[in-house]
């Protein structure tokens, strides 16, 4: 099913994002992200608030194109496949969006069939086993017939994560997966996302601000800021050897490298400017 | 001065720029409706919605309108000695102008502004990029469905719009001001021509139909996936369709009637 995380002993990535360009509204976002994610692993990608973790996310699902660049998913060039080739690559890649993404006029278990119902033929009794094979693996086949208004916030990333993989994609993409969520339920995701990756051999690309979570699932982190990748790394190897930045960001300080302030002319030139000068 | 120029030229752009996008987005609509074909369920669930949304407002906006033609001719037509002439007046009124206009402008407030708002709600909480990300076309299974309903539903809610006020009419006119029931109805056959009346207020129809459902379904899907944008979009959707159709009322009007 899958094709394993070694070939030869060398690692094979199942994405590599490289020297990618990006940017929104006239803002860049990356300049040069270089980036791999090794097949088979869980990759953490690490960064603060509004540094572009879902838009790298997006970039990789083909979603957004970069200026310049490239990603390849497989060895395949994201950005040149044609749209008929593009649907065929996404349907072996699973995303959990951060708010879960769920149909709202369509209950769990319908939800969870909608992929199949719509890339394949399969009879209904099929479907159905399919279907609660997922949504067992998830702890919720008995909230099969609830609709996603009736659902808690961690309930509904279950289900949508669920969703993502009843189509057995190679690769599995969560954005926040811990985000909002009680400690009991961020362990139980947590403890799925890595059951997942064990179970059904994917490889599996964590987006988080999250840091001990992350560090607690990923075999490999890339820390993304201002552009680009500033460190990367086992978590070990991480908390070992991090920059100034990194020791930061990991153990959480408001102000030092990062700085506190989104980017602005100097301070008392604005405040001199409202005196009417 | 240079600052008030760059906002209009900002202003222009902008505009310029989505009308570009609602026309590229009309061709991508037009262009996945051939697979509905073989999926012709999503639509008829989305003609129930738009249809039931419409029926009851419709039926009774018609009954009302129909009511007040009557009343509105009889005073008029009576000071002629014309009042048997009212079932002509009736229905040409409804099936040349106010069937398809009236009917457009509430099928905007109650199902265009709910397509708006469904759509725009779908994008806003990811359930679009949540379809792309599943190799499904959200227009495709999204909009052009809804599209399609919207088109299909006009036609037909004008056609019930212009008849329950011809009942209205001949309600009001008949039952309460005592107008000969055979003089209206025989008067109506005789002076209603099938082909200028009835065929072209069913062209006015589908035309306000097309352009009703686009506008709602662009504007959903163009929103600012923000609860406030979908607000606007939906207000947008009331406004534009509301002055697309009037504008576009006189036009096929001058074509059809007016002998240039
Ligand atoms: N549609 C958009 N138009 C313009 N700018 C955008 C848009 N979406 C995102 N941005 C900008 O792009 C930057 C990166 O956004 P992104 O959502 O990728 O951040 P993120 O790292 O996922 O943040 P978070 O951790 O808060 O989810 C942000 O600074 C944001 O202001
Ligand atoms: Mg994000």
Redesign the interface.
């Known amino acids: 099913m899958n094709d394993g995380s070694s070939m030869g002993g060398r690692t094979v990535a199942r994405v590599e994002v490289r020297d990618v360009h990006f940017s929104r509204a006239g803002r860049p976002i990356f300049r040069g992200l270089d980036l791999d994610v090794p097949a088979g692993s869980v990759t953490g990608i690490l960064g603060p608030s509004g540094t572009g973790k879902t838009t790298l996310l ?1 970039l990789i ?1 083909g ?1 957004l194109r970069p200026a310049r660049g490239t990603v390849r998913v497989d060895g395949q060039d994201v950005h040149r496949l044609s749209r008929g080739g593009l ?2 690559l ?2 072996r ?3 959990l ?3 879960g ?4 006029d369509l209950n769990v278990f319908d939800n969870v069939a ?2 199949l119902r ?2 394949t033929r399969l009879p209904e009794a099929l479907i159905r086993d399919v279907v609660l094979i997922k949504l067992e693996m998830v702890g919720l086949r008995g909230a099969r017939d609830l609709m996603p208004a009736e659902l808690s916030g961690g309930m509904a990333r279950r289900v ?1 994560l669920a ?1 993502a993989i009843v189509l057995d994609p190679v690769m599995v993409m969560y954005d926040e997966p811990f985000t909002g969520l009680d400690p009991i339920t961020k362990a139980v995701i947590v403890q799925l996302i890595r059951k997942l990756n064990q179970a059904l051999g994917l490889t599996s690309i964590v987006v988080s601000h999250d840091v001990a979570e992350t560090f607690s699932i990923a075999d490999y982190i890339h820390v993304i800021a201002e552009g680009g990748v500033i460190a990367s790394g086992t978590p070990d190897a991480l908390r070992e050897t991090g920059s100034a930045w990194v020791r930061q960001f990991i153990q959480g300080l408001p102000d030092g490298p990062v700085p506190f302030h989104y980017p602005a002319r100097p301070y008392y030139e604005e405040l001199l400017e409202g005196q009417g000068a | 001065m240079i600052g008030w120029l760059q906002l209009l030229g900002r202003w222009s752009l902008g505009r310029v720029a989505r009308l570009g996008r609602g026309h590229l987005f009309l061709v991508r609509t037009l262009a996945s409706l051939p697979h509905l074909v073989l999926r012709p369920r999503l639509v008829i669930r989305e003609l129930f919605s738009v249809g039931v949304l419409s029926l009851l407002i419709i039926v009774v906006s018609g009954g009302f309108v129909g009511f007040v033609l009557g009343l509105q001719g009889y005073v008029t037509l009576v000071r002629f000695g014309a009042e048997e002439s009212l079932g002509v007046v009736v229905a040409l009124s409804l099936v040349r102008e106010l069937g398809p206009v009236v009917s457009a402008l509430l099928f905007a407030g109650r199902a265009g502004s709910a397509l708006t708002a469904e759509i725009g709600l779908m994008k806003s909480t990811e359930q679009l990029a949540g379809l792309e990300m599943m190799a499904v076309d959200p227009i495709e299974r999204v909009v052009a469905p809804r599209f399609l309903a919207g088109f299909l539903a006009m036609p037909l809610l004008a056609a019930l719009f212009s008849a329950v006020g011809v009942w209205g009419g001949y309600f009001v006119g008949s039952g309460l001001l005592g107008v000969d029931s055979g003089a209206f109805w025989s008067q109506m056959q005789s002076q209603v021509d099938f082909h200028d009346d009835v065929v072209n207020g069913i062209i006015k129809s589908v035309v306000f139909g097309f352009v009703a459902s686009w506008i709602a379904v662009f504007e959903g899907y163009d929103a600012v996936p923000t609860s406030e944008g979908v607000g606007r979009a939906t207000t947008r959707t009331v406004v534009n369709t509301a002055l697309a159709v009037l504008g576009l009322d006189f036009i096929l009007t001058a074509l059809m009637f007016g002998n240039f």
Not at chain 1, 101 to 104: F, G, H, I, N
């Open positions: 997006n699902g979603r649907y065929a996404r349907k890649m699973g995303m969006f951060q708010s993404a769920l149909l709202t909608f992929p719509e890339h949508a969703r």
